[in-house]
């Protein structure tokens, strides 16, 4: 599972349901419109944090620009290669293809 670590507290963080209706509501625009804006890609980190912080009755407690002033650039850069990749190193989602059992 992935997670991020933000003033020495570590939370959950995963792309939910919850975390894009959450961004929807925050900023009147879809996931996929989100492109190379730093600040849009901030706010779904945000959401994602939250949203897997609810699911997982985790504390959370953080504004918006407090979790944004508490992302270093290598917390973001793993954010954004996960999105990219799917799962923490890339073979999360590939290598649970077909590992469904009845």
């Known amino acids: 599972m992935n997670k991020v670590i933000l003033y020495g507290k570590e939370y959950p963080n995963r792309v939910t349901m919850g975390a894009?209706?959450?961004f929807k509501r925050?900023?009147?625009k879809d996931v996929?419109?989100?492109g190379a804006d730093m600040e849009l890609?901030?706010?779904f980190?945000?959401?994602c944090v939250r949203s897997a912080c609810r699911a997982d009755?985790?504390?959370f407690d953080l504004g918006f620009e407090r979790f944004a002033d508490g992302i270093d650039l290598s917390e973001f850069n793993r954010f954004q290669e996960s999105m990219v990749t799917g799962g923490e190193d890339g073979s999360k989602k590939r290598g649970?293809?077909?590992s469904c059992r009845h």
């Open 26 to 28: 925050e900023t009147g």
């Open 57 to 59: 009755e985790v504390t």
């Open 96 to 98: 649970r293809r077909g």
């Open 20 to 22: 894009m209706i959450d």
């Open 45 to 47: 980190m945000f959401c």
């Open 32 to 34: 996929n419109e989100i």
């Open 41 to 43: 890609l901030t706010m």
